[in-house]
């Protein structure tokens, strides 16, 4: 009995699973059903199927997003066919008369070069083909013709002419905000690239001199740190990939604390604690670096004593938290928002607000720096970094120099 | 058996698990130190991880009770447990961690780009994630009784509670030394006693015929029925009882039973002389899950034994808790090596359960009639040596047990808690986390409550199955044909895994009852649900030649390529 019953609950699991997906997906319509007049129901409507519409097409003009969009934008216009093109070829045909667009194609030329809209009929061998009748309107991003949405039906109908070139001009508006997310994404990967190469002049600076100092008295130690200097700049000019491992990462941190230890010797305390299972966890590239640099410039500034900078990494099942932590002259936090805001500019190296810019930019809004500090109480920054996030893989293999 | 001895075992397993997992990390106050502190983890150290998670209550205790049950028959477990990884070392391994994916909703989605493949990838998941803890939990729960004498229920709300604990308070800190503790002291806690007990057992002359067909008691011994029981005989039976057969109360009478089932009521003594043969049984009617099985085992053995080789072998490649151990691995050459060292590791460990399974048929063959027979690992210390040495033996083996079921708990509620708080609950935070947490213990827990006796290698061999059919067709597909689609892949893994889920269902129903052809079909479902599953994938992929992802070539060569070739392919 008891093995019945558990069985059945085995086999109900996945059928209420189901039907709580379904719920869910048809559950929004019909909320709004119960609300208003029929004419305010009707509205509700054509807004809720015009932002089901919104999300593919904001990813640009193409034949995926034509295809998932397609259907919404017909019941949209409640047409028996409609078609979306760009320049050269049909990128989706939703409904009846699939067999139109070569036609469309040739007939489209005019209105592509021209960005007027167009009425025409069309001209059918098949004796009871539904489609009869075609509207053009043109899909225009910044005043350039992009392609055209194309409603057909069985006969002329102003009331679709002027339907469909609103949609299109509604259509249009979609593909201008997806242009301007394209530039945007462009605007912050090209602020990454002019990032990447940007590592402290100051630090470079400071780093020679101090070799230059050990040169004559320990010319053994000189070497050394020419070495850690030259695989610091190594790493930091590397040019591949947008990625590194946390494993290389560290590393870097690791030479570059070498070279601000010369500097100041006993002052500087680091302790690291690493959890072994995220050193392969991808992140973008130099982004805690500036963290320990800023870590260091806070803990020493101002202060004649030892100050102590803590680097852990932890394992956080599906995610890595790293913790940078530092015992200094710590910030006051209204200011500090003010920098992220980017109201005020840093005094000094690379800010946390570019890291923090980047971070949000590869792994969403969540994902931002936390910075818990106060003035005179140290800074302690975490930051949580996906283990797998699509699109974010580290070049090269771990572990080279 | 004494339990004084069990119980500070048990609780030292408890109390080291957590302080290595609080205090096995590596920390570096100086330069020199730094590259210890950043070494990433090794093949063999991770290899003993992955071992260490995967060696479940299924391995330490039921393959012994099914060696014991049903003889010699019952060591393709071992072997299908072990082969497994050889499918996953050729055919997945290094591409695996080359996708950089952590878990198997993350490789759907770097493969497939597909939100959709992905939800559904993360509800095998936890599907195949709450099929395997069931038996942990039971498991965990007969050792206790068995130990202490305490509610079947208990051992599995203390593990359950002890796990969700330790998961939910933000995990083990240095999960891979916990869990390669794990792995060595399963081993000692299996191997040291084995030692001991192959000596007994050459000190008592070395008798030979364990495989033989039935078991015969070697001694006079006395058994206590605890649940009703219903005995199949072949030839007739003498047998001491002291208590109810078909419905005859007896008193310390020697009663002669003809050929043919005889029910035994619950409470009931029965004493058989030596070299009697166990009689088969099969438990109450209304009970009918794990004979009605092992039935159907003995009239298709053939079938039922490819059953089982199909889904063991091409299962392991889909379960959550190993998949997220390769992310360990710093590329994918050493994912490959890591699974070599896995192959000798648990190869090594699965010689043991056999000897025990032997062991147990010459020295404690009743366990099948008391429905313990998973059992059999933890008495035959105590059986065969006896004193305070076979005491301490046993609690060592209770100490690994409780290993067992620990680790390959936490590996499971880790993964499982980790899709439900990403793909399932709504949205994300560490509160969700510990939400998803207590979700992914509290159905298997309820649900080990509801099915009262099903073997624990069994049930382990149905989570298999499940896996074998959804996930094994994504993995493989997805790493080595490059047609795969998006409605390929989720139509694949709803046909084979749904139908092999249902089967399961169906067959944990007690549906339907009695045997016969379409019985084996659906307790052993991998043989068909497989090949189906494949099958599917690929029919609706060549469907669907349009929805072929955009970045497909570019996608298989990061899998593929070594990663050394890698930053010279990309720009």
Redesign the interface.
């Given at each position: 009995m008891s093995g019945f019953l558990a069985g059945l609950v085995v086999a109900v699991l996945p059928l209420l699973a189901a039907g709580f997906w379904l719920g869910r997906r048809t559950a929004r319509p019909q909320h709004l059903g119960g609300l208003g007049t029929p004419v305010e129901h009707a509205t509700f409507q054509t807004l809720h199927t015009a932002s089901l519409a919104t999300p593919p097409l904001r990813a640009g003009l193409t034949e995926e997003t034509a295809r998932k969009s397609a259907r919404k934008l017909r019941s949209l216009l409640g047409t028996d066919a409609l078609c979306l093109t760009d320049l050269t070829d049909v990128l989706v045909w939703d409904g009846a008369g699939a067999h139109h667009r070569t036609e469309i194609m040739e007939r489209l030329a005019g209105p592509l070069e021209t960005g007027r809209g167009e009425a025409f009929p069309l001209v059918c061998d098949t004796p009871d083909c539904a489609v009869r009748w075609a509207v053009v309107a043109p899909l225009t991003v910044d005043d350039r013709v992009h392609g055209a949405l194309v409603a057909c039906a069985p006969k002329e109908s102003a009331v679709l002419v002027r339907a469909a070139g609103e949609v299109a001009r509604w259509v249009s508006v979609q593909l201008e905000l997806a242009d301007l997310d394209q530039s945007r994404t462009r605007l912050i990967e090209a602020e990454i690239k002019a990032l990447r190469a940007q590592i402290s002049p100051h630090f470079i600076f400071n780093s020679l001199a101090v070799i230059a100092s050990f040169v004559r008295t320990d010319p053994e130690r000189a070497r050394e740190l020419l070495l850690e200097f030259a695989d610091f700049t190594r790493y930091s000019f590397r040019r591949h990939g947008d990625f590194t491992t946390l494993a290389d990462e560290l590393h870097a941190i690791d030479h570059y604390l070498a070279l601000v230890r010369a500097r100041f010797g006993d002052r500087l305390a680091v302790t690291l604690q690493i959890a072994p299972e995220v050193l392969p966890v991808a992140l973008p590239f130099l982004c805690l670096q500036p963290l320990v640099e800023n870590a260091v410039k806070h803990g020493l500034e101002g202060k004649t004593d030892r100050c102590h900078i803590r680097i852990s990494a932890q394992d956080e099942g599906a995610e890595a938290l790293v913790v940078i932590e530092d015992d200094g002259a710590g910030m006051d936090p209204g200011l500090l928002r003010r920098i992220l805001a980017r109201e005020v500019s840093p005094s000094g190296g690379i800010g946390l607000s570019n890291v923090d810019d980047r971070l949000r930019q590869v792994y969403g809004d969540d994902h931002g720096l936390v910075i818990e500090t106060a003035a005179g109480a140290g800074m302690k920054i975490t930051v949580r970094l996906p283990k797998y996030q699509p699109g974010v893989h580290s070049a090269g293999r771990i572990g080279r120099g | 058996m004494n339990s004084g001895y069990a119980v500070p075992a048990v609780a030292l397993v408890l109390v080291s698990t957590v302080l290595v997992g609080a205090f096995g990390?590596?920390?570096?106050?100086t330069?020199s130190?730094?590259y210890v502190?950043?070494?990433?983890?090794g093949p063999r150290l991770n290899a003993a991880a992955i071992s260490g998670e995967y060696l479940s209550a299924a391995s330490f205790l039921g393959i012994a009770g099914l060696v014991l049950v049903q003889g010699a028959d019952m060591l393709w477990y071992p072997v299908g447990y072990t082969a497994g990884y050889l499918v996953l070392l050729l055919f997945v391994a290094a591409p695996l961690r080359r996708s950089?994916?952590?878990?198997l909703p993350?490789f759907a989605?770097?493969r497939l780009?597909s939100q959709a493949v992905r939800r559904l990838a993360g509800?095998f998941v936890v599907?195949v994630g709450w099929l395997y803890l069931l038996p942990q939990l039971q498991g965990a729960g007969l050792t206790l009784t068995v130990l202490t004498g305490a509610p079947d229920w208990l051992g599995g709300v203390i593990v359950a509670v002890v796990v969700t604990a330790i998961v939910a308070a933000?995990?083990m800190?240095?999960?891979?030394f916990v869990q390669a503790f794990q792995y060595w002291l399963k081993l000692t806690a299996l191997l040291v006693p084995a030692l001991f007990l192959v000596l007994a057992w050459q000190g008592d002359g070395a008798p030979g015929r364990a495989f033989d067909e039935p078991a015969a008691f070697r001694e006079q011994r006395s058994v206590r029925v605890q649940d009703p029981l219903a005995l199949r005989l072949d030839r007739p039976l003498t047998v001491t009882v002291d208590g109810t057969v078909d419905g005859r109360a007896h008193d310390h009478a020697a009663v002669r039973l003809e050929p043919g089932t005889h029910r035994i009521a619950a409470g009931t003594h029965l004493t058989f002389a030596a070299g009697t043969p166990v009689p088969a049984a099969g438990h109450g009617a209304?009970?009918?899950?794990s004979p009605s099985r092992a039935e159907s085992r003995t009239e298709r053995p053939l079938y039922a034994t490819y059953g089982l080789i199909l889904a063991t072998f091409f299962g392991t490649m889909g379960l959550p808790h190993v998949v997220v151990r390769f992310?360990?691995?710093?590329?994918g050459v050493a994912a490959r090596r890591t699974t070599v060292a896995v192959l000798a590791l648990i190869g090594a460990f699965y010689l043991l359960p056999p000897v025990y399974g032997a062991l147990g048929r010459l020295y404690a063959p009743e366990l099948t009639l008391t429905g313990d027979a998973d059992a059999a690992v933890l008495l035959l210390p105590g059986r065969m040596i006896g004193g305070v040495g076979g005491d301490l033996l046993g609690a060592l083996v209770a100490g690994g047990a409780f290993a067992a079921f620990l680790s390959t708990a936490s590996g499971l509620t880790?993964a499982v808690?980790?899709v439900l708080?990403?793909d399932v609950l709504p949205s994300?935070g560490v509160r969700h986390?510990r939400l998803g947490t207590v979700l992914a213990m509290a159905v298997p827990l309820a649900?080990s409550a509801?099915?009262?006796g099903?073997p624990v290698a069994d049930a382990v061999g149905l989570a298999f199955a499940v896996s074998a059919s959804s996930f094994c067709p994504l993995l493989v597909l997805g790493i080595w044909w490059r047609r795969l689609t998006p409605p390929g892949a989720a139509a694949g893994m709803l046909v084979g895994g749904?139908s092999a889920?249902?089967a399961?269902?169906?067959?944990?129903?007690?549906?339907p009852g009695g045997g016969g052809a379409l019985h084996a079909l659906l307790a052993w479902p991998a043989l068909w649900s497989v090949p189906l599953g494949f099958l599917t994938m690929i029919l609706v992929s060549l469907a669907t030649p349009g929805r072929v992802p955009?970045g497909t070539a570019a996608i298989l060569a990061?899998f593929h390529l070594?990663?050394?070739l890698?930053?010279e392919v990309?720009?």
């Open positions: - | 990390l590596r920390i570096s106050r330069t130190d730094f502190a950043s070494r990433t983890v950089g994916a952590y878990t993350d989605e770097a780009a509800a599907g933000g995990g800190r240095s999960i891979t209304d009970d009918a899950l992310y360990t691995s710093p590329h880790m808690a980790g708080t990403q994300r986390f649900a509801l099915v009262g099903l749904g889920l249902l399961v269902a169906a067959t944990m129903a007690g549906f955009a990061r070594p990663e050394e890698r930053s990309t720009p």
